[in-house]
């Protein structure tokens, strides 16, 4: 069973993330899959001492602590700093997947996005190690 946290703030993109990632037809090529969700940096803060997981989703814009500080602090993290991070976001420019990706995520997909772009994404990063490819997954930018 494949574990995924899942931080947004919004409601309705935890669900639809959470739809899809537990959907028999995804789920059940990796074994399972268990979502845990987080509303916000500071609840991903508190969960991630906790337990380990194989994949981290991450929105930008958050109240608290937003993801790039959060993807800061997973990094620097001796027990997360290997765990594959994607983010999405609103932010849709070059330089903001630019910057998420320096920072440490493994891809970056811009909202909106298709559940078929999310499987994608989440497929890639929990089917091993990143590794070089020749474009970005799905619409998404990838780390190189």
């Keep these: 069973m494949r574990r995924v946290l899942v931080v947004e703030d919004s409601v309705s993109t935890r669900a639809f993330v959470r739809a899809v990632l537990e959907a028999p037809e995804f789920a059940d090529a990796l074994g399972g899959c268990q979502v845990v969700e987080a509303t916000c940096g500071f609840d991903a803060m508190r969960l991630l001492p906790r337990d380990r997981y194989d994949l981290i989703v991450t929105d930008i814009n958050m109240t608290d602590i937003n993801g790039l500080e959060l993807i800061r602090f997973i990094r620097r993290s001796a027990h997360h700093r290997q765990t594959p991070l994607l983010v999405i976001s609103t932010l849709r420019a070059q330089h903001d997947a630019e910057r998420g990706i320096a920072l440490g995520a493994n891809v970056y997909l811009p909202k909106p996005f298709t559940p078929e772009q999310l499987r ?6 929990l089917a091993g ?3 070089p490819s020749s474009g970005p997954p799905s619409g998404g930018h990838r780390a190189p």
Excluded at 120 to 125: N, R, T
């Design 120 to 125: 994608a994404s989440c497929a890639e990063l």
């Design 129 to 131: 190690p990143a590794h």
